[in-house]
């Protein structure tokens, strides 16, 4: 069964910072075109946080998350990571990491055709 796992969620101070893995499992990451995170906030719709290509490992952000954010792929462990750092209270959200089989728009959550179960995300003031 290909499954995505996410963990390393929690509730942190404002100015800390987290790192999120997604693990891959029944099939290898690195097979997979895109890879990404995504979030949802209560009463909000989900939205793009950070994708990253198979092809040459291209990164992509939110324009409003660039600079405290970053992903990376780590291919031995089949885990892909969200490093987050100068955490705000408003990124607070449940946070998804999503694979997709083929290329599209790294940005559109209906391009990915696997999806993890969410990790929840609470950063207080």
């Known amino acids: 069964q290909v499954q995505l796992v996410e963990s390393g969620g929690g509730l942190v101070q404002a100015g800390d910072s987290l790192r999120l893995s997604c693990a891959a499992s029944?099939?290898?990451?690195?097979?997979?075109?895109?890879a990404a995170w995504f979030r949802q906030a209560p009463g909000k719709e989900r939205e793009f946080v950070a994708g990253i290509r198979r092809s040459a490992g291209s990164t992509y952000f939110a324009d409003s998350l660039k600079g405290r954010f970053t992903i990376s792929r780590d291919n031995t462990k089949n885990t892909v990571y969200l490093q987050m750092n100068s955490l705000k209270p408003e990124d607070t959200a449940v946070y998804y990491c999503a694979a997709a089989s083929v290329g599209g728009l790294i940005g559109r959550g209906s391009d990915y055709d696997l999806w993890g179960q969410g990790t929840q995300v609470t950063v207080s003031s």
């Open positions: 029944g099939r290898t990451f690195s097979t997979y075109a895109m």
